[in-house]
C-alpha cells in the first residue's frame, strides 16, 4: 500500500466517524425533545388577517438561541406561509402539518439577527416566543422572503395576551 492509499483510507475513516458522530447527535436530541410537539390543525372559523411567505428557520430554547430544539414538526428548515388569525398564528410548512400557534400560547413577538445556523442582517428574523407546555417557553424564527417584517410582527404582537409584566402600571390613583 503506498502512503497515498494510506492517507485516502485515513480520510474516509475520518469522515466516516465524523457522519456517525454527528446522526447518533441528532437521534440523542430527537429523544430529548420527544416530550415536546407543537400544537397542528387551524380552528374553525379562524379568520385570517394576513398571509406572509416566510422561510422557517429553527425553533429554540427561549432566550438561547443557539440550542436547537426538534419538535415535531418543527425539526428542520422549510419555506411555506405564516397566517395571522385572529385566534393565533398557522405556519403551514412545505411537507409538514399546519402548526397553530393559538394566542394564549403567545410569550412575544420581536426581531432578531442570529439563531442556529442562521445569522442575518440585524432584526432580520421574527422571533415568536411561544408555550410548548404549561412550563416551557420556546423561540421560533421565521424569514420574511419580501419586505420588512415590522407589520407582520405588529399584527403578532396584537395576538399576545397581556400579562401581569406587560400591563399598563398601576400609578395607585384612584377616581
Known sequence: MSARDIAIAITIAVAALVLVVMFTAWRRRLRRDSGLSAPLGVPEHAEVIARREVLYVSTTK???????????????????????????LALCLDGAPTVFLASARLASVDRATVTIDRVVEPGGLVR????????????????????????????????????????????????
Open 128 to 175: 415568536v416566543a411561544w408555550s410548548a407546555d404549561d412550563d416551557t417557553i420556546v423561540d421560533s424564527y421565521l424569514r420574511l422572503t419580501d419586505g420588512d417584517p415590522q407589520n407582520f410582527i405588529s399584527e403578532l404582537q396584537r395576538l399576545v395576551p397581556a400579562t401581569d409584566d406587560t400591563a399598563a402600571p398601576d400609578t395607585g390613583a384612584t377616581s
Open 62 to 88: 427561549h432566550d438561547q438561541p443557539l440550542e436547537r430544539l426538534t419538535l415535531h414538526p418543527l425539526a428542520y428548515r422549510a419555506r411555506g406561509e405564516a397566517a395571522v388569525t385572529d385566534r393565533g
